[in-house]
């Protein structure tokens, strides 16, 4: 993490950063132009126009990391001038701590501050839950949305905090791992820390990797669900740690989508892989349109690929989403509650998205 000058060689590269944005168009020339602007410390027109997804660190062929290089010109700048009804979830940061208590022995899950985006004590309910401790509030916030804010110094900022805070919790309630609901949170705890030195004294563990284990032991109670159905990767997942091989994200999707009879459209859509679309949030309220046809154009893609469901993982991609899955007449269903209708569950007053379901 970070922008690296000495890997952005202009040299060994085709402007790949900016050229495959899909929210820009620009050639390699207007690519190559814009970072250089933006290196000599100039500003570009690229600081208003990026929507803050992240993809050009993965699309970089030498790992320059522009997308951070832009994040930090952006907050040099503020160039975003971030509406005032935008700032809420600047909040996250310093939302009341709380507790639901589980069973003695049972995992300990980190809501993080967004608890109240969606439902998370709501979908984190049912025998995969039953016995779970849940945690959230300010304390053991994150802070990476603020990188949609302009303010991307934040979650570097506020990392010893939030480690800090954690290990205190994994101490008080004597586990040696911590499941995060969020894959921000878990990229913060891992990729982020790992590339600051920080020992972290917790595992922490992705909520779809402890979905995939706990399936993995429980696989007499799934009933496949056989439909297909596209999947949200938002843009927090291109910040999982690095296997190499692949994105270990999308393996443990996949991996659960096999083990309850869920049948991927991803290999059919033009939007998937590096090339998956943003969720729009960091533009829903300054350019909304924008940020609505993007989203059309998102889940039509996966319409077309065949997708009779669209699965999310993250609770702010599928809060800003739903409202125009349902109008395509494609139905939102977070990952959580997607598996406990395969365990038979009554998904319960969330139902599928929380469509309409009061915000407490
Ligand atoms: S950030 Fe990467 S793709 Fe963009 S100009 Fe530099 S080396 Fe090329
Ligand atoms: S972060 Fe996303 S929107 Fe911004 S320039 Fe990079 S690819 Fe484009």
């Given amino acids: 993490m970070g922008f690296d000058s000495s890997k952005c ?13 899909p929210y820009v168009s620009y050639d390699e020339k207007m690519a190559k132009d814009a970072i250089r602007t933006l290196i000599s410390g100039e500003e570009s027109p690229i600081l208003s126009e990026c929507i803050t997804c992240a993809a050009c660190n993965d ?6 990391n522009p997308w951070d290089l832009i994040a930090w010109r952006q907050e040099q700048t503020d160039i975003l001038k971030i509406p005032a009804d ?3 979830s600047s909040d996250w940061l310093v939302k009341p701590y709380k507790v639901r208590r589980g069973k003695p022995g049972g995992p300990l899950i980190s809501m993080g501050g967004i608890y109240e985006v969606v439902p998370q004590e709501e979908f984190l309910k049912g025998k995969m839950f039953d016995d779970a401790t849940l945690i959230g509030g300010g304390d053991i916030a994150c802070g990476f949305t603020e990188t949609h804010l302009g303010r991307a110094s934040r979650p570097l900022k506020n990392l010893p905090a939030f480690i800090k805070n954690l290990s205190h919790a994994a101490e008080e309630f004597g586990v040696d791992e911590i499941v995060f609901t969020h894959d921000a949170c878990y990229n913060v705890a891992t990729t982020l820390a790992m590339s600051q030195n920080m020992e972290v004294e917790f595992r922490p563990v992705h909520i779809l990797e402890y979905i995939r284990n706990w399936l993995k032991e429980h696989k007499d109670e799934i009933t496949p669900l056989n439909l297909k159905a596209g999947l949200q990767g938002g843009c927090t ?10 994105e270990i994200w999308s393996d443990w999707t996949r991996e659960i989508f096999e083990m309850i009879g869920v049948e991927s459209v991803e290999a059919n859509r033009k939007y998937t ?14 350019q909304h349109e924008r940020a609505l046809n993007i989203q059309k154009m998102n889940i039509q893609d996966a319409i077309d690929a065949g997708a009779e469901r669209y699965v ?11 409202m125009t899955c349902r109008k395509l007449n ?5 990952i959580t509650q997607l598996v406990r209708l395969a365990l038979g569950e009554d998904i319960g007053e969330a139902g599928m998205a929380a469509f309409g379901y009061p915000v407490r």
Avoid at 11 to 19: A, H, I, N
Avoid at 316 to 322: N, T, W, Y
Wanted: positive net charge; glycine residues 10%; proline residues 8%.
């Fill in 237 to 246: 997942t291109r910040y999982a740690p690095d296997r190499g091989d692949g």
């Fill in 86 to 88: 935008a700032k809420p």
């Fill in 312 to 322: 999310f993982i993250c609770p702010a991609c599928i809060a800003i989403m739903r």
């Fill in 273 to 286: 892989g590096e090339n998956r679309l943003c969720c729009g949030s960091s533009i829903f309220h300054s």
């Fill in 9 to 21: 060689d202009f040299s060994r590269c085709r402007g790949e950063c900016l050229t495959r944005c």
């Fill in 59 to 64: 699309f970089c062929p030498t790992g320059a």
């Fill in 330 to 334: 494609l139905e939102p269903v977070y």
